[in-house]
């Protein structure tokens, strides 16, 4: 990323792995706030910031609002601490979801892995029965 105060939507992209649209989106939600220089949209640092966090609390499955209010948080100048406490109590509950979704597909692949010999075992016999026959 460069070192620059400012980066542009298409620096932003490149930084982020992002789509011009998918920062127009989070603009329009009100999660990054781009300064205007014309049609020009310029980010900041905190910009910056507050965008590696959406996309952190994304990849774990947050809401947007629940990226929201925590980013929202930051400023209530508590050193973070409503923040911090806010997103563990979050992360807290979305591990419990995503263990459960873990065991779920578990059980999934184990029936699939199970159906699928079961089927190689019928396939090998239709196999045999129709060479014998032949």
Excluded: H, N
């Amino acid at each position: 990323m460069t070192s620059e105060k400012m980066m542009t939507i298409r620096q932003m992209c490149d930084a982020f792995d992002v789509t011009p649209r998918t920062l127009r989106f989070y603009e329009s939600k009100e999660l990054l706030f781009p300064q205007r220089e014309g049609q020009k949209r310029l980010f900041t640092k905190r910009d910056r910031a507050r965008l590696k966090l959406i996309l952190r609390g994304k990849r774990f499955g947050f809401r947007l609002e629940e990226i929201r209010q925590l980013l929202e948080l930051y400023d209530k100048g508590d050193q973070q601490l409503t923040q911090l406490t806010s997103a563990y109590d979050i992360a807290q509950d979305r591990l419990v979801d995503l263990e459960r979704q873990r065991e779920e597909l578990t059980t999934a692949i184990t029936d699939l892995q199970d159906q699928m010999k079961w089927g190689e075992r019928m396939i090998a016999s239709i196999r045999q029965s129709k060479d014998a026959a032949e």
